[in-house]
């Protein structure tokens, strides 16, 4: 185990699976790897449920180039630094895995590279507390109870329900009181399968979405027509890293496009990714798809601050931005644990290779 003599060493956290290696996001984390090695840092995969209490290790996985199937499995030194890209599947396995990070943290007080971000509540709660952001918010509340979706159907004709700790697009629903005075519903379930259905008075409506929601906490915002001249779900998805200085930096912006009919724009749900610029000059006069491209920036420069004082240090961030079909911005997401799909499009030269290299700068930074 003398390989990391000296060495600084960075662990890539992500769920337990019964596969072997990290499949999930397994190209992303071997430039990562081979990056730290650059840079004399151990890079590896883990997952905290393998750790061995009693010495003091981790069973990870390292990034061999020159081997046939790249990864190795091996008894490893605890990290100096945790680059945190666990994404849950069910509960469950959050609890799991967060009673093994506590294990973990009692033999060794390992600093995180930036945090997660609490939930979509919590984040839209600090966003409205800044008067550059708060006009480019939805307007937000906690559905508490069922008679606050109708209330807002009433009011508004159509909503959107999406849970608190949601990912992917999974769980989000569009509903819409029609002419008739049934309801629309349209979106995903929590495998991300598309559900369109007709139901034709209040309580059933209710009770549909009742079941649906189960236990989880969910939000109720205006539903806002994000939508191209074609009636295409798009947004602006803006990657936001800290650099080798671990300064803020905007990465890149591109568009992502939704499938027809579908009410988001998520790669997961089968969307696309395109270039900023001429997506918008296509939907937007010169002037108009102009004045989006600054106020995305201006949104982009003073969100991460912003959520880092409340929050604690953050690493990236991804922000999803809505236009709508009269051209205003509306701030969407924010996510603290952002893919990387969306970065072949970034116009700017070299802005693919720092989306990917960001973490071990920003590492390299924090260690050193």
Known sequence: MNHSHGKKIVGIMVCETNTGPPLAQQSFFAQLCALGAKYNLLVYVFSPQHIHLNSATIQGYTYHPENENHWASQELPLPDLIYDRSFFENRTQYIKH??????????????????????????????????????????????????????????????????????????????????????????????????????????????WISLFIGSRNYLIQKYLPLLTKRGEAFDIRVLLQKNQHGDWTLTGMAVRLGQPLSITSNLHGGGTSHPLSPFLEQQFDPDQAEMIKVKAIQLAESIPRLLEQHFGRLAELGLDLGVDTAGQIWVIEVNSKPGRAVARCFSQPMAYQHAIHNPIHYARYLLH
């Open 98 to 207: 967060r009673a093994a990070i506590r294990a973990l943290l009692t033999i060794k007080k390992i600093p995180y590279l930036g945090r997660c971000l609490k939930g979509k509540w919590e984040v839209h709660k600090v966003l409205q507390t800044d008067a550059l952001i708060a006009p480019h918010l939805p307007q937000t509340e906690l559905l508490s109870n069922l008679s606050t979706l109708i209330r807002r159907l009433n009011d508004d004709g159509d909503v959107v329900i999406k849970p608190e700790f949601g990912t992917h697009g999974k769980g989000i629903l569009v509903v819409t009181k029609t002419e008739n005075s049934d309801y629309f519903v349209q979106g995903r379930n929590n495998l991300n399968h598309c559900i369109r259905k007709k139901i034709s008075d209040p309580i059933a409506l209710c009770r």
